[in-house]
């Protein structure tokens, strides 16, 4: 929340006016154009503007951390030793009488600043090639995040892209005037594989452990024909199966049918676009009276994507904080479609079965950001499909998946980079310890300020874009 005194309004003396050209949005490369109009009244000695992104985060104990991504500074004026100081008005004026000083800063492509040195950011369980929370400078800026992320342990974390305008006066009564204007930041999806935007049905699917990988159906409903049995039958075939009645036909003479109802989406979901969901019917097993698998139909449908915000806030050097300490976990579930089918109207469940062909499932949500990684915050999905199905008038449910998904926007890197730059910006290692750390070998870990940084990020400069992008939903950052 910015402070009153620093708000930016277009009635202040000291005002930031942002030229949104195209899109109230931004993204790496962009150009972050406007200009600074300045009362001449303030009699300014210099005037100075910071572009900067950072994040605040606190600790389970509301101990908070600042730790910065990047900052660029313009000194857009500085008097000239005037003994009044209005040669700010040599500048010109604007019809109002107010001058105004333009401006021009560029999104970088990666955060260029390390962590704050007072705390060692290195996660002791993190893997070293995936690491959940990053230690060094190098990895892609996070989005912007305010309100979508509260936390009952602790105060809401926050990353924040702003501009900063600082000017020095010789008023005594304001010596100094300070506004802030925040910008919304959406990254690009980063480089990976067309294939991950499809389900990938030969790598199997995951479930949670609780969870049982099939559905038994035991029912007289199985058999042919049994819809034309006489009503007495149907009642002795109802009393066998809830072994109330046992004569002729024994219990165990009632047929069975075991199957698997499972789901596949993609590994990476774009911000916006449909959600490719493949399901697989798998037929285990059935009585020796079935001569064909019984008919699977669907009666309810559910997807969720459940978000897990991680919040880690290692101990200052000084005070010496346990270092197992774990991160702060805040989940939420976004539920993406929710829908029920009335009889006869749900669907014959089939192998191969996409859900995006039944349904205009599309990721879209007022809380959604992009998966992330950053120096003590960290953002990762699963998405769950749950089905509700019927078989023989029998009711079954259950997790059909419960799998890790990257959510990214639907922006890329490379469209944004242009057709001039064609080779793709790839992360180096820098640190010659990484293979020891990884290999567990003996030696302490050194200190973060007496190491290289562990990734380099090497992309070559952004061309400029020559045709307009199209606008983000409004739900991004």
């Not at 500048?91 to 333009?102: F, I, Q, W």
């Amino acid at each position: 929340m910015v402070v009153p005194d620093l708000a930016n309004q277009k009635e202040r003396s000291l005002y930031i006016a942002v030229c949104e050209e195209q899109h109230p949005y931004y993204t790496c490369g962009d150009k972050v154009r406007g200009v600074l109009r300045v009362e001449p009244t303030l009699r300014p000695q210099r005037i100075s503007l910071t572009f900067k992104g950072y994040s605040v985060i606190y600790d389970q104990s509301n101990k908070g951390a600042r730790p910065n991504f990047f900052s660029q500074k313009q000194d857009l004026f500085e008097s000239a030793g005037a003994h009044e100081n209005f040669d700010i008005l040599k500048r010109g004026t604007a019809a109002d009488g107010k001058v105004e000083l333009p401006f021009e800063f560029t999104f970088p492509h990666t955060v260029e600043s390390g962590p704050p040195p007072d705390r060692n950011w290195r996660f002791a369980e993190d893997s070293y090639d995936h690491p959940r929370f990053q230690h060094s400078a190098g990895f892609p800026l996070p989005p912007s995040c305010s309100s979508q992320v509260s936390s009952n342990k602790g105060l809401a974390p926050r990353i924040i892209y702003a501009l900063e305008a600082c000017l020095d006066s010789v008023v005594p009564d304001n010596p100094r005037v300070q506004v802030h204007q925040e910008l919304n930041f959406v990254p690009p999806a980063p480089e990976f594989d067309s294939a991950l935007l499809q389900p990938m049905v030969e790598l199997g699917t995951k479930l949670p452990k609780h969870c049982c990988r099939y559905k038994l159906i035991r029912t007289r409903k199985l058999l042919p024909g049994y819809g034309s049995s006489s009503k007495l039958g149907k009642v002795k075939d109802m009393l066998v199966e809830k072994e109330l009645f046992f004569g002729l036909n024994s219990y165990s003479e009632v047929p069975f049918a075991r199957f698997n109802i499972l789901a596949t989406p993609a590994r990476v979901q774009v911000i916006g676009s449909c959600v490719p969901i493949v399901i697989t019917v798998q037929h285990l097993d059935r009585s020796a009276s079935l001569p064909t698998p019984p008919a699977l139909f669907m009666r309810r449908i559910r997807v969720q994507l459940l978000s897990a915000f991680h919040i880690f806030v290692p101990g200052s050097l000084q005070s010496k904080q346990n270092a197992k300490d774990g991160p702060d976990i805040v989940r939420d579930n976004l539920v993406l479609v929710d829908k029920k089918f009335e009889d006869g109207h749900g669907g014959t469940l089939q192998d191969g079965l996409n859900l995006a062909d039944m349904e205009d499932l599309r990721l879209v949500h007022q809380k959604l950001l992009p998966s992330f990684t950053s120096y003590g915050l960290a953002l990762e999905y699963e998405l769950q499909v749950d089905i509700w199905g019927e078989c023989a008038s029998h009711e079954f449910m259950g997790i059909a998946c419960r799998e890790n998904v990257q959510v990214v926007s639907g922006w890329s890197s490379t469209a944004l980079q242009g057709e001039a730059s064609t080779q793709e910006p790839v992360y180096h290692e820098l640190d010659p310890d990484a293979a020891r750390y990884e290999m567990g070998t003996e030696g302490s870990r050194p200190q973060l300020n007496e190491r290289a940084p562990s990734y380099g990020y090497y992309a070559p400069s952004p061309a400029e874009r020559t045709a307009p992008r199209p606008m983000p939903p409004p739900y991004m950052a």
